[in-house]
């Protein structure tokens, strides 16, 4: 599983960025966590405003810092 958050660096991206890893250390998944910080990568995904939370290429919320709930919700479906 990939886990991309999607943001040129603010402390709403980072936030999300740990929520993530959160997420995945309260799962116990398996799941390789990456930052997107190159605006033409983040443009690719549809996404104008940031943070967002892309999982195996699926945008799973854009513009807001999700919960850690949504987002263990996103990764066991």
């Known amino acids: 599983m990939k886990i991309e958050i999607l943001g040129t660096g603010c402390a709403k991206c980072k936030k999300t960025k740990e929520l993530a890893e959160k997420a995945v250390k309260e799962l116990g998944v398996d799941a390789e966590i990456v930052k997107v910080e190159d605006f033409d990568k983040i443009l690719g995904y549809g996404v104008m405003v940031t943070p967002a939370l892309v999982i195996d290429g ?16 996103w990764i066991t479906k």
């Open 58 to 73: 699926d945008v799973k919320v854009a513009g807001k810092v999700p919960s850690v709930e949504d987002i263990k919700k």
